[in-house]
């Protein structure tokens, strides 16, 4: 049976809530951009500090001193599931926004996702994440989480249209019903967001998705950065995959199997090469690498069409199987092991303390 969420009054006010770790060169613009939402009624900005090491948290400070709209709570621990719990228990407001300092909110955003709430009477609403660059790299990253051959055709990468979904990209939700179900699990570094929308769901509320509402997301600037997401993303899917099993998507088993199929390649070349395996049986055993060929001339084939220059070109194909084969390792980290401790290190410097 499907709940209708509790609709506010129109001039209740919205809390943005935002964690932050070492995001000296983003945070300014990401809450400016918030700043700038249009709401009726009150509105605040709460930042999640975690321990930065690059001057993030001096700069919250400055702006936080420069709007008193800017509240700002510790998050020592880090993790975004602990930070996004802190600023929504802080906060004043019936309607909960998450924002990435790593993102900038289009204008019109929050009036939009509110009214869409109203409309549909969904617990959470979100919408698309439009990947953006600043440099070449960053670019190329962009074009792939845009693409659905770089992040599978999830409907807030690629677009889908107005309805109900799986999860939402960030959020606009209900404070009633994320207290109903529990706010985010802590013990999920990773993926946060899926489980606490499959709770939501589970709970007979709407996830609603609406194609209307826009994101500007930053990438990782660097390919190891990059490497290191995936790798912890791809972790937490597997650990999520052992603790839900087939509420999972299958399009999450794409990447691992894209692994496998490459795993068997190499060691049936390797075989092909030292005379291992020879003649006749080794012609049949060739058809094992046919995935892998045609993988490698579609990632050639799209890098080609989707590059506008030689060099952005040349990104994307090295850009698109990191993503996959760096999600997948983690993917298969993630279901033999599971994620224990594993951290997105992305974001982090040697000089970042963490508990």
């Known amino acids: 049976m499907t ?20 995001e000296r060169d983003y945070l300014e613009r990401a809450v400016e951009t918030v700043l700038q939402q249009d709401v009726d009624g009150p509105a605040e900005l709460i930042l999640a500090l975690g321990p930065s090491s690059d001057g993030t948290t001096e700069l919250a ?11 700002l709570v510790d998050n020592p621990r880090a993790d975004i599931p602990v930070a996004l719990n802190l600023a929504i228990r802080a906060a004043r407001h019936p ?21 869409t709430l109203d409309r549909v009477r969904a617990a959470n609403v979100g919408g698309v994440m439009r990947a953006d660059g600043r440099t070449p790299f960053q670019r190329a990253v962009a074009i792939a989480y845009n693409s659905p051959a770089g992040l599978g055709g999830g409907a807030y990468h690629g677009g889908a249209p107005e309805g109900p979904a799986e999860s939402a990209y960030l959020g606009v939700m209900r404070r009633s019903v994320l207290e109903e179900v529990g706010l985010f699990d802590e013990s999920i570094r ?6 606490l929308n499959l709770r939501i769901r589970q709970a007979g509320y709407r996830v609603w998705f609406d194609p209307e509402l826009a994101v500007t997301y930053w990438p990782r600037e660097s390919w190891a950065r990059l490497a290191r997401q995936f790798v912890a993303t791809g972790t937490w899917r597997g650990e999520l995959v052992r603790r839900f099993g087939r509420q999972n998507s299958l399009r999450f088993f794409a990447p691992p199997a894209l692994v496998v199929a490459f795993t068997m ?24 690498h046919l995935p892998v060929a045609l993988y490698v001339l579609g990632v050639l084939a799209f890098s080609a069409i989707a590059g506008r220059t030689l060099g952005q070109r040349a ?7 990191t993503m996959h084969l760096a999600w997948g390792a983690g993917f298969l980290i993630g279901v033999l092991r599971g994620a224990h401790d594993t951290v997105d290190t992305s974001r982090l410097d040697r000089n970042t303390p963490l508990p």
């Open 3 to 22: 709940v209708d969420a509790p609709v506010p009054a129109p001039d209740a006010g919205v809390t943005f809530v935002m964690p932050v770790l070492n």
């Open 61 to 71: 400070q400055r702006l936080a001193s420069a709007d008193k709209r800017i509240r």
């Open 95 to 115: 309607t909960i926004v998450r924002v990435d300092a790593h993102s900038e909110l289009a204008p019109g955003y929050t009036r939009r996702a509110l009214s």
């Open 190 to 195: 990773r993926g946060e967001d899926w489980e």
């Open 265 to 288: 390649s190499i060691v049936l070349g390797i075989l092909q090469v030292t005379g291992t395996v020879s003649g006749l049986f080794a012609a049949v055993l060739s058809v094992i």
């Open 315 to 321: 990104w994307l194909a090295a850009v698109l199987p």
